[in-house]
């Protein structure tokens, strides 16, 4: 992400340059909220009220936002916000809820992208049918599509089998306890060897990878109805 800013800096774009800051900005303080409530709301749907009693039963930016997670949106285009605390033992259906907990918050992400990839498509036709000014499409579209390719990338990032991240959740449903709460221990040591391998490209690389293919799918779902209609 900081690299693309600094490329449109470079090239003169500055219209994309804060198009792309106020994705960024849209995503951290809207749609990175509405990841932890997905947690606090299905967590609470399933028996804990530990999140409600934290006051993570909301759509409050300042609830749920990380400073180091949301640097790491601006700088590698992968972050998190404060993780919701759930008790499993709280849970109706034990480690299956908890799995249900963990993979509601990707899942909200990936809706999301599925909405702006739609919203970008449809300012596309409307732009190109009514012949709207092109710096229309240029922002609005921009602004969908950078929201959509960062929603994508937090879902993707999410699912991690890494320690504190959701996919780390959804692995206490496989690992049996023992190994999943030693592992756990290592929590901290585990988060620094990510963002090394976040920061040196090693780990960013192959998750830009698959997050393009999730894009590249969205894509082709939300252009579906328009190319039936005949308006692509």
């Not at 390719?149 to 996919?167: E, H, K, Q, R, T």
Request: with cysteine; aromatic share 12%; charged share 10%.
């Amino acid at each position: 992400m900081l690299f693309d800013i600094m490329r449109y800096i470079s090239n003169g774009e500055y219209a994309l340059m804060l198009v792309n800051l106020a994705s960024i900005a849209f995503v951290v303080f809207c749609t990175l909220p509405v990841h932890e409530f997905a947690h606090a709301w299905t967590a609470v749907k399933l028996g804990d009220d530990t999140p409600r009693l934290q006051g993570r039963l909301t759509l409050r930016p300042m609830a749920h936002i990380d400073i180091m997670g949301a640097l790491m949106i601006l700088l590698v285009g992968f972050g998190y916000a404060k993780p919701v605390r759930v008790n499993m033992h709280n849970l109706k259906n034990g480690r299956k809820s908890f799995a249900l907990v963990a993979i509601a918050g990707p899942l909200s992400n990936l809706v999301m992208a599925l909405v702006f990839t739609f919203l970008q498509i449809l300012i596309y036709v409307i732009a190109v049918k009514a012949s709207l000014p092109i710096v229309v499409y240029t922002v609005l579209g921009s602004f969908f599509a950078f929201a959509s390719s960062i929603n994508i990338s937090l879902a993707v990032f999410n699912l991690l089998p890494i320690p504190p991240l959701d996919g780390s959740r959804i692995a206490n449903l496989i690992l049996p306890s023992k190994y999943y709460f030693t592992i756990m221990k290592y929590e901290r040591y585990i988060m620094i060897g990510m963002f090394v391998l976040l920061w040196t490209g090693i780990l960013t690389k192959p998750l830009s990878l698959l997050s393009g293919l999730v894009s590249t799918g969205f894509e082709y779902i939300c252009e579906l109805p328009f190319r039936l209609a005949g308006l692509i």
